[in-house]
């Protein structure tokens, strides 16, 4: 952390029910547009499958404060794909909180 400021990573794994694989793709691309857009302590937002599965989704975030990151949590676009999620996904996400090294 430099200076006070220190932005914070979060990499979530999300998996798929069989057959909901594109619905699962559509509303993380829909929430990472969404995100991007309105959150202004967000820095990134990426939605990514996973090239040798396509039912694993992979979500990249950065947020520049813990604020911002609860901010995020209690967001309604977020709590409105969290709903999606408990019928699109066949295990609760994994996250992983993330510390760059310099």
């Known amino acids: 952390m430099e200076g006070g400021f220190h932005i914070i990573t979060i990499l979530a ?3 798929a029910q069989p057959g909901k694989e594109t619905e699962l793709a559509q509303v993380c691309a829909q929430l990472s547009k969404v995100v991007r857009t309105n959150e202004e302590g967000n820095s990134m ?3 990514h499958v996973t090239t040798s ?3 694993e989704i992979v979500l990249i975030e950065k947020y520049t404060s813990e604020q911002a990151m609860a901010d995020h949590q209690h967001s309604a676009h977020f ?3 969290g709903a999606k999620f408990k ?3 066949a295990t609760p996400p994994a996250i992983k909180v993330l510390n760059e090294l310099d």
């Open 79 to 81: 709590k409105e794909a």
């Open 53 to 55: 599965d396509p039912s």
């Open 87 to 89: 019928v699109l996904l």
């Open 13 to 15: 794994i999300l998996k």
């Open 45 to 47: 937002y990426l939605a």
